[in-house]
Nanobody
């Protein structure tokens, strides 16, 4: 069991920045690939970013690439998502997730993540 707790969401104006955090407990954090997903009202959940256990491999949704940076601190059992130049279309509930992967460093597929947090709301006002 991996317990994930997101924080850092909130209301921000378009063009602003936020840093989301995901604190993990329960298992060895560095054994897991970590990811961020989001779900806007009336829309499907979508992949945002992922980072390998070591932090050496990352992946991003095209629409956030260049505006967001995923990182992790295995000594603190925490993952981060720094988001800048926020747009109204970034408004969503953001979820962190953990995956035990063996054949690849990262995954963009939600079904491959076995543990999920409860989410943190990000609202970008235009």
């Amino acid at each position: 069991q991996v317990i994930l707790v997101e924080s850092g969401g909130g209301l921000v104006q378009a063009g602003g920045s936020l840093r989301l955090s995901c604190a993990a407990s329960g298992r060895t954090f560095s054994d897991y690939t970590m990811g961020w997903f989001r779900q806007a009202p009336g829309k499907e959940r979508e992949f945002v970013a992922a980072i390998s256990w070591s932090g050496s491999s990352t992946a991003y949704l095209d629409s956030v690439k260049g505006r967001s940076t995923i990182s992790r601190d295995n000594s603190k059992n925490t993952m981060y998502l720094q988001m800048t130049s926020l747009k109204s279309e970034d408004t969503a509930v953001y979820y962190c997730a953990a995956a035990r992967l063996y054949a690849k460093p990262v995954s963009t597929t939600a079904d491959e993540y076995g543990f999920w947090g409860r989410g943190t709301q990000v609202t970008v006002s235009s």
